[in-house]
């Protein structure tokens, strides 16, 4: 080993080494560091898609569960063409409770120009005549209706009987009554959440 031609190839052949061990050891580097980051993408998709799944099926869960609840509000307004339905359900109360019931000044908001699912009111005037018994439960009634309203201007008067030979007071009960309406359909607005 003495001959320096020997110790040249041997130094040249181990500079050639270490290049190329230090090429490798870098290859191998940048090849595992790219690796490493595509792994933590593919699992930061992966536990990103997780978490929207499950937050999905929470809200199907909670829609699921709130149905019931849905539909009580839903009955609870008046819908946009219910004005008929509103009135006949006026009417029913003189025939429930014996008293002469008059519908008069019917009027509603204009819901042309509203999203659906905004509020807007029918109102109507009443008038009702009859016993004492009759006018209170008719009251009554008005106060209880299945859907959302108010009373207001609500006056009580005793009269006579319009039968001269009877002479048991009347009375006539008036107020103004004022229902809510939803606009548009509920249905429609929100979202369908039973899909799969």
Known sequence: MNNPRTRIT??????VLMIASVGAYLYMRYTASSSLERTIEAKNIVSNE???????KGVRQIYSSTQNDRDRVR??????????PFIESLEKIGSATGASVAIGAISADNTSKLPAGSFSNIRAHVD?????NAVMRTLEL?????FASNLSNIRLEM?????????TPVWKLAFDINAVVIVGSLATSTPNYNKK
């Open 10 to 15: 041997l130094l040249i052949f181990s500079i």
């Open 128 to 132: 009702a005549i009859g016993s004492w």
């Open 142 to 146: 008005a106060e209880v209706m299945p």
């Open 50 to 56: 997780e978490a929207r799944v499950a937050r999905e």
């Open 75 to 84: 009955n609870y307004f008046l819908a946009e063409g219910d004005a008929v």
């Open 159 to 167: 009269g006579e009987s319009p039968n001269a030979k009877i002479k």
